[in-house]
């Protein structure tokens, strides 16, 4: 683990405001004073002021209702709002699993564990979502959604900068058609990837617009009535399918003593 994400996950700074902290001589691992180039070995004690940091013995996961108009980032040099403007101080280290676009809103997962953030957005835990395109959906577009799709040009719902040109869409693991209309077409998705812009590609082949992308699951994670721009802890129903999903991926191992990442939060509700 890189020293500031260290210092991040275990203390309340943040990955920039530990970086300042470094350079400023105020970290030392083990005797020796630490620079933004040192390696961080396992077991080594940390010292922020002569303090030893004490490692956390456990994890917490929120759920983010994103807002349209919020980037997933940790800051903009554009200036626009990101998602930690909305969370307080407590949540500023915490890091999101995957991404929703600019224009997108829905679930968001986020965690102070490294581990439980990569496992989560490695996996193919289905991300289901309410979409709404304009025009109808037709014949090749329900093959498409059924038997995936390879497109040369996937630049349509992209990013204007971006450079992705072609992308493989895998077969949706579901899908429910809520309203087809020459109009507009609404949609109930689920996707077991994470690709950038995904479905606005999808959909773009086909030469339709995503109008509005809500991501209403992740996984054994639902937003249920969650509003916009507020969050909430993991229940513990969340926690217990978590930490089946972590040993299953082999995060922890057989006993309930997790491996690579601190034991679960458990939280008073």
Known sequence: MRLNQYIAHHTKYSRREADKLIESGRVNIEKSKASLQSVLQEGMSVFIDGKRIVPK????????????GELVSKSDDRGRKVIYDSL?????????????????EG???????TPVAKALMESSLERVYLVKINGEITKEIIEAM???LISENARAGGHSKSSIVAMEFAPFAHYEILKNDKKYSKLKVS???????????FFGAFGREVL??????????????????????FTKEEYKSLHTFLKEQAVLGDSKTPKSIPQILKHTF
């Open 57 to 68: 013995e456990q994890f917490t996961c929120i759920v983010y209702h994103k807002q349209k």
């Open 88 to 104: 307080e101080s407590r949540f500023k280290h915490f890091m999101y699993v995957g991404r929703l676009d600019f224009a997108s």
């Open 212 to 233: 509005d992308l809500r991501r209403i699951a992740y996984g054994f994670v639902n937003l249920n009535a969650l509003p916009c721009g507020k969050k909430r802890y």
């Open 191 to 201: 996707i077991t990837e994470g690709k950038n812009r995904e479905l606005r590609r």
């Open 107 to 113: 679930l968001l997962i986020l965690t102070d564990s």
């Open 146 to 148: 059924e038997k995936g």
